[in-house]
Structures are given as C-alpha cells and as structure tokens.
C-alpha cells in the first residue's frame, strides 16, 4: 500500500539504490512523487523541502553508518556461507530498528506537514489512494508475477536454476491465497484514512499520523511469512550466484559510502 509516508521511506531507499545523486537531492524526488496525490501551494512546496533536507542531514549524520556496519556482517556471512536462521532473523531485526528509528524521527516532523493540508486537499489524496487501492487495471498473471520476482532476483543472484525458479512458484501459490486478507486490509485502511479525514482539524492530524506511523510498522502476523521460502533460495545458491550476490553488495558499500560525503 502507497501511503504518503511509506511514499517518503519508499522514495529514500529508492534514491539509495538509484544513486547518491538521487539520495542528495531527495528533496525533489519526494515533491516529484507526492504531486501524484495532491497539488501543493508554494509554502507547503518549500516546507516539504526544507523537512526531507532535514531528514537527510539526520539521516546521514545518525543511520548510514549503522547501515554500513550490518551490511558489512550480511556481506560476511553471504561470503563465509555462515547465513543460518538465526543470522537472517538477526538481520531482520535490524531492519525493523532502522525503521522504528525512522517512525521515532519522523513522528513530531508530521505534525506540520499534515496540519497545513486544507480539507480540499485530504479530500484530494484519498481519492489518488482509493484510484490506486481500487483500480479497475487488470491484474498480472501468475506467469507475470512470477517472472516479474524471478527478475528481480536475478539483479542479486544470476540467472535462477528451475529448482529455486520452483520455490518462486511456491511463493506465487501463498500470495494468490493471501492476496484477498491483504486487500481486505487495505480497504479497511482506506476507510481509517476517509474517516480521519472529516475529523475537526486539530484530530485529524493526529489520527492520520498515527495510521501513517502504524503503517511503517512491520507486522508482526504469524499467520503468513515467506522467510522459509527465501533462505530455501539461498540455501539453492551455487558459488557462482554467491559471488554475483557479493558483487552487488559491494556496489551498495561504494554507494553508502558515496552518499556519507
């Protein structure tokens, strides 16, 4: 689900894959990316600019360099085979520190941002996010889903061997399952968000940070996981797809340290 802050998450570690560039002019990026829900004025414009300059400089003085240390560790354990269980729910946990420090920072910079927003304009994004959630656009096929995670992974490990390919379908299989649980959930979101909206001023900001804050929350949900199929990939990979997988954290170690200067 797209929401304006996921948007904002999403659209930073998006600029860190694209490139420090990117990363370094986030600023632009974000207004780029938040004009497909709602027409801002020119002080809401220089706001949003001024607040994503400011998570930047926080960024980098405070997370980067914790990113580098795990990655560091992830590269070890990818290069000495030592990738266990453990280790990848040790990283996972990581992941949910980085993000909950995120929700920490960003939880008193919302308030601003969602106050200056006018009753036309909430109005405004939950119409772009009810278009989005409920878009009338064909879904992918279960061959295009497929082909379109075998790709992505093939960025990280070289070309799939058919018995990890199978685990991919596998994965397929679970989604197609769980895939009417999670648009039921984001249906209910979208209502959360269109009642919040016709809240008296002062509520309504609340309200909407908190389910945005929520919402870059992981879930906890034992009902569904796909972390046995993923390290069951892994556990697949041969010496060739190990080094293509190192090659490419080390292009992310050159671009973490590009963006600390």
């Known amino acids: 689900m797209k929401t304006l802050l996921i948007l904002f998450l999403s659209v930073t570690l998006t600029a860190c894959s694209l490139g420090s560039t990117a990363y370094k002019n986030l600023d632009y ?23 994503t300059k400011y998570f930047i400089a926080w960024h980098r003085s405070n997370e980067v360099e914790k990113y580098k240390v795990i990655l560091r560790e992830f590269k070890q354990d990818i290069a000495q085979q030592t990738m266990t269980d453990q280790r990848a729910d040790y990283y ?24 200056s927003l006018s009753d036309s304009q909430y109005v405004q994004i939950v119409e772009a996010l009810d278009e989005q959630i409920n878009s ?27 018995d990890q390919i ?12 769980q895939t009417p649980i999670w648009r039921a959930a ?20 609340k309200e909407i940070k908190a389910i945005l804050l929520a919402t870059l929350t992981p879930s906890d949900s034992p009902s569904y996981s796909e972390k046995e199929e993923w ?13 293509s997988i190192l090659d490419k954290l080390s292009e992310y170690q050159t671009l973490l340290d590009d963006i600390s200067n």
């Open 92 to 115: 996972r946990q990581q992941i949910r520190l980085f993000l909950s420090k995120i929700r920490f920072y960003l939880s008193p910079n919302l308030t601003p941002l969602l106050d």
């Open 29 to 51: 990026v974000v207004l780029w990316y938040v004009s497909d829900y709602v027409s801002l004025n020119k002080s809401q414009k220089s706001h949003l600019s001024q607040t």
């Open 231 to 243: 390290m069951q990939i892994w556990r697949l990979a041969d010496d060739k797809q190990r080094e």
């Open 166 to 177: 199978e685990v991919l379908i596998k994965i397929n299989e679970k989604r197609k399952v």
């Open 136 to 162: 009338d656009k064909k879904p992918p096929t279960s061959d295009e889903k497929i082909n379109e995670m075998k790709e992505e992974l093939e960025e990280w490990y070289g070309t799939l061997r058919p």
């Open 186 to 205: 984001n249906q209910e979101w979208l209502e959360n968000v269109n009642r919040a909206i016709k809240m008296d001023p002062e509520q309504r900001s």
